[in-house]
């Protein structure tokens, strides 16, 4: 139980489009998602929190403009990347909050060309 | 402010040897303390964790972590390494369990035969 999915695995875009990555509690209902960005050889770093029926909670230093959250229901929350730059190139994971546990997603993989 | 220091940016150890991850955390108050192992490509497993109690926990796959207060650590360890535990380790501490976390830069495990 308790698993988490993200779509897509990997996505390639082009610099000026934007992209849309899905994070899905399969199991379970999750009240609170969270959003990871890690860089190549690098840690993860919060990006933001996720409250259903809510807005985002943005880490200091993200953009919330350039990156959209959305919470609309209790398995699902989806991030967007708007006007894509080479430099957003990274893997993007989420996790879900469920009794009191962190389950995370396989990530996703961006890249911008 | 919580902060995670992993020393070792690389280990080598050889397969049949034992391993010792190093993880030194600045908490204001008692640490929810994590260990998660990261294969290339895929999200985060979670190998063990610590709230309170025994401060020798145990993990999936054989891995053990000790927390010592007085040291600020919560070193992981395992006695026997086998070539499939190369991969990404983690160490993460949160205010709480199912909150956000705050990763470590990670320590990259190579086993050698």
């Known amino acids: 139980g308790a698993v988490v999915s993200q779509h897509p695995s990997r996505v390639i875009c082009k610099s000026g489009t934007s992209v849309k990555i899905e994070c899905r509690s399969l199991?379970?209902?999750?009240?609170?998602m969270f959003w990871y960005r890690q860089f190549p050889k690098q840690s993860l770093m919060l990006m933001a929190t996720?409250?259903?029926?809510?807005?985002?909670?943005?880490e200091q230093g993200v953009e919330k403009d350039k990156f959209l959250i959305n919470h609309a229901s209790l398995t699902l929350s989806t991030l967007t990347v708007t006007s894509a730059h080479p430099e957003d190139s990274s893997f993007y994971i989420c996790?879900?909050?469920?009794?009191?546990?962190?389950?995370f997603g396989p990530g996703t993989r961006l890249t911008v060309t | 402010a919580q902060s995670v220091t992993q020393p070792d940016i690389h280990i080598t150890v050889s397969e049949g040897a034992s391993l010792e991850l190093r993880c030194n955390y600045s908490?204001?108050?008692?640490?929810?303390l994590f260990w998660y192992v990261q294969s290339p490509g895929q999200g985060l497993q979670l190998l063990l964790k610590?709230?309170?109690?025994?401060?020798l926990v145990q993990g999936i796959k054989g891995f053990e972590a000790e927390f010592k207060r007085s040291q600020s650590s919560f070193n992981l360890r395992k006695p026997s390494v086998h070539w499939s535990d190369a991969a990404e380790y983690f160490c993460?501490?949160?205010?709480?369990?199912?909150?956000?976390?705050?990763f470590g830069k990670g320590t990259s495990l190579l086993v050698t035969p």
């Open positions: 996790s879900a909050r469920f009794d009191g546990e962190q389950y």
């Open positions: 199991d379970f209902q999750a009240t609170t």
């Open positions: 996720s409250n259903e029926g809510s807005k985002a909670t943005y």
């Open positions: 908490y204001g108050a008692t640490p929810y």
């Open positions: 610590y709230f309170s109690g025994d401060t």
């Open positions: 993460a501490v949160g205010s709480n369990s199912g909150y956000a976390l705050n």
